[in-house]
């Protein structure tokens, strides 16, 4: 199954594509086949640019050891020749292996792996600029989601000093889309004023298999990560202000390695290739 999603811009020069993967969770041990048959895909077929939005594994105390397999992959998506961004989730951040709660746990080791990959761009509130394109990563705690919910005061606060070009075309990567998807909150900050799209992943598409998520108009979902019924903004595609649209995409993994039971439900929802392509306004 293919999901690709169309914006228009009048601030490139080209149309680019980029190929999008969400919340992968990877545990040691986990079977790669659609990682790799989406890396053949990316092969046989080049994108501009492939974006991570976060929760690549699924507990950030992982010693880079046992990524083994993973790190096999991503070796190989950064040979593949176009540009690889990323940005970190918050089970990148969390870790559950000593303790009945999630606790913060940001690993050095593994941040600086990702940072050593040839193509492979980590942004932690960050900016990369590349041609006519500004990418912005955003970087919040693993407390900020788990512990905190994504406060809209943190938010803003986290965000105020981010740093776009009127010029360019600005595109935002954040992992949740609970605050960037919301037009008040937005609106509010200066820095974000200039954001032209937004691209998300963490709400899972609000555990609505995708092959039925056209059935469902709008962007609510059933459940949220928080356990809150029909959260908005959980999949799909918004426009949050007259000049910025966001797209939250499904995850790769939709129960993950510390759901017990609720993994075996993951046949029923298949991963998806999913892609955005930006064309110039003609």
Not at 100 to 127: G, S
Not at 157 to 175: C, Q, R, T
Request: hydrophobic share 35%.
């Amino acid at each position: 199954m293919k999901r690709d999603y169309v914006v228009y811009s009048d601030k490139l020069n080209k149309d680019i594509r980029c190929v999008v993967l969400s919340d992968i969770h990877y545990i040691p041990g986990m079977k790669l086949d659609f990682l790799y048959n989406q890396l053949e895909k990316i092969k046989s077929d080049v994108p501009d640019y492939v974006i991570i939005l976060g929760d690549l594994i699924n507990d950030g105390l992982y010693d880079v050891e046992e990524l083994k397999e993973l790190r096999k992959w991503l070796y190989d998506l950064s040979k593949v020749g176009c540009k690889v961004i990323s940005i970190l989730g918050n089970h990148e951040q969390l870790t559950q292996k000593y303790s009945d709660d999630w606790e913060e746990c940001y690993n050095p080791d593994y941040v600086n792996m990702l940072k050593n990959y040839d193509n492979f761009t980590l942004l932690e509130n960050a900016t990369l600029e590349t041609g006519d394109i500004m990418f912005g990563g955003t970087r919040f705690s693993g407390d900020y989601y788990d512990k905190r919910k994504e406060p809209i005061s943190e938010y803003k606060k986290g965000m105020k000093n981010a740093v776009f070009s009127p010029d360019k075309l600005n595109i935002l990567l954040d992992h949740s889309p609970v605050r960037s998807f919301d037009s008040k909150v937005i609106g509010d900050i200066k820095s974000l004023n200039d954001v032209d799209l937004v691209l998300s992943g963490h709400i899972h598409n609000g555990c609505i298999p995708n092959y039925v998520s056209g059935w469902f108009p709008g962007n609510f979902g059933l459940i949220d990560p928080y356990m809150q019924l029909f959260p908005k903004n959980a999949r799909g595609m918004k426009q949050i202000t007259d000049n910025t649209v966001g797209i939250a995409f499904a995850p790769v993994t939709t129960f993950t390695g510390y759901q017990g039971l609720f993994q075996k439900l993951n046949f029923m929802y298949p991963p998806v290739t999913q892609q955005v392509l930006v064309k110039k306004n003609k």
